[in-house]
């Protein structure tokens, strides 16, 4: 028989209320998005969206302290008492102050997701003191996740590839959501309400991590934001459709890879990359339907050899739709998709001699998920079948073609509960079994994750991951053409030799929140790699030009970071320490995202309510790279003697694989940004100029080596130089 305080601790766990409401400006009405609202003792926060609603969920009855914090408002603090059900509604107002207050944790792994998952704070990606403008994947930049300085060709989470990493859009895969320059990621933030990277999720099979963004809610008043800068132009719209409680968003960006370089110049590189967006969401059926549509395109060419020009483009494109109803302590989801992507590539070997390659993906799928909260926890049920179709073509003057076509039927069944140990302690335990490649495979993760003490200031978490990827990319993430094709050319594992790959991994991580606006993070991992294709060992080319090499791969590493706001300013500060070793046979390389040392450094001071400056510093030391056999030039875009340079069909040794190490990446960077309120039709306005200075000390940090002027020597090829980056302008009404 159960005891009296065992039957009032389970009641007190099943007890959970909520808190929501609306923030508004004291003066005038109107609701402020972009708040931070946080439960102080709990550790949890929200922000609110474009109309100022917020809401918190599943809190424990009782009462409990509220911070709300915004820019050019002063903070305010409320006392609530939570019900043990149902919604207590509190609308909250704001004083203007004339002093531009830094968000609460922003750009920073929020409570809700503690380590090893790592979240971005989209409403502060503007005052991010290490990014010239907004750009979603570059904020994940730390720790262990890695994007190359400049030239960024995918994000390395713990030690693996670019093309182990899934990107789900509202829950639709996204492929090779890449373009090429300053603006990385081709998801415009204006359109996105968060983004999280996790060491997995669900039921999607993916090596190192997922990438999953949620789009913006649409308002009940329309809303707009456009920006022009050297790098892009973009614009993002949203509001309602009638009454009905329906509503639309829709987003569009051009870049301008190289502008304002003068095109005509053959070594500089030409083209044209944009994405667009598209989404509907309406009430239907006692839930909400959500219909998503988003493509983006990347056309580029370079100098080659001799008057040819190497060509690269790529393209995808996802849609599909989901319904949503809230059930009696739960939720249903179903969601159905389409995504594709397509890659090619013209590359001169010499005047005479060329290769073509095509790449094409295309997944169906659709999948439902359970969610329910129980007296002890929270429980996700979940099942997904899709059909995956991949194409590699090769085409070549010199050697014999490639032809691989694959389609691979997948299911999957997925199993978690989270379950509440005691006060402190609670467990995370789930399992994905998948029949895919004439097999069943198990992926079982268990997290577990320790609140000491009565304050929560500590998370100390553990876990281990048994994750499969069962399509693989045979692009050479060692040749330097990846600064300008970052695509991925995935083949499935049916068939072709391409095995289905998997890896282990262990993570330990402890965070400590001291203070509000305070965080220090650490995790240390350990993992291994099996059955991974490696393209690299065979190829001189960007692609794979005589099959493909299997290997296995060994990765462990630890970081640090730091994550401060103040009234009057903002840092960040990470350090990532790693050793990555891929072998095949009995060779073996560091690949050359393999970098030992990562610092990065920034802080953003806010002197008054209208300017804001930023000083960032990054590091990299113990880089090796693989010596390039023939010439290459190379210059990142910047301003100062207009650059933007890609000039050679570079090839690389394959038998000197990471031969050359590197000397130290170091950079530093300031920017500046003034904005203003305005009054418009009733309405505030915000317009905002700011501009950025990149490696002020000119430093020359190098890209790779290139065969010198003399047999045998190398010549070092050099990154930017001293250049103002990135001038432009935001609005947002």
Known sequence: MLGVSTLLLLAQISATGS?????????????????????????????????????????????HRILVRRIGYAPRTLDALVPPDGTLEITIALNAEPIELGAVDRVDTEPEAPLPARRVDIAALRDHPLLAEPDAFQALNGGTATVQPEAPSGIHVRGGGADQVAYLLDGIPVFSPYHSGEAFSAWNPDALARLELSPASETWDALSGVVSAATRTPGDQHHAQAGFSTTQMRFTVDGPLGSSGAGYLWSERGAFPGFPSPQREPTYVRGETGDRLVKLEAPIAAGRLRLLGYENSSELDVAGVGAARNTFGWRSGSYGGEWQRPLSGGRLSLRVWLARGTASVLWHISDSTSEGVSGRRSDAGLSGTLERETEHGHTVLAIRIQTSRTTYRLRSDSAPGISLDTRV?????????????????????????????????????TWLYWRPGGGGAWVLSAGYARTHQFAQSLRNPESVAGAVFPAELFVGASGTGVPVARSNQGIVAAEYRPATGLRFGAQAYVRDFRDVVLVAPGAADPFATHGFTVGSGRAHGFALDLAATHARYDLLASYGWQRVQFT??????????GVTHALDAGVMVHPSHVVSFRIGASGRFGRRVTPLATPFEWESCNMTDRGCEFAGSPRLTPDSLGATRLPGYVRFDVGVRSRWHIRIAGRTTELAVFGTVTNIFDRANVLTVAP??????????????????????????
């Open 19 to 63: 808190i929501g409401g609306t923030l508004r400006d004291v003066a005038s009405g109107e609701p402020l998005a972009g708040a931070l609202v946080s439960i102080v003792d709990l550790r949890r926060s929200t922000v609110t969206d474009q109309d100022g609603r917020y809401k918190l969920e599943h809190l424990p009855p009782g009462a």
């Open 409 to 445: 039927p997948l299911g999957a069944l997925f199993a978690e509960r989270s379950e509440l140990l005691s006060e402190h302690v609670e467990l995370q335990a789930s399992m994905t079994a998948t029949e895919a490649a004439g097999g069943v495979r198990l992926s079982p993760r």
């Open 584 to 593: 095949y046979g009995s060779n073996g390389y560091i690949p050359d995202y």
């Open 708 to 733: 010198g002027p003399a047999p045998g020597s190398q010549s070092p090829v050099t990154l930017r130089s001293r250049v103002p980056l990135v001038v432009g302008v935001d609005w947002a009404f």
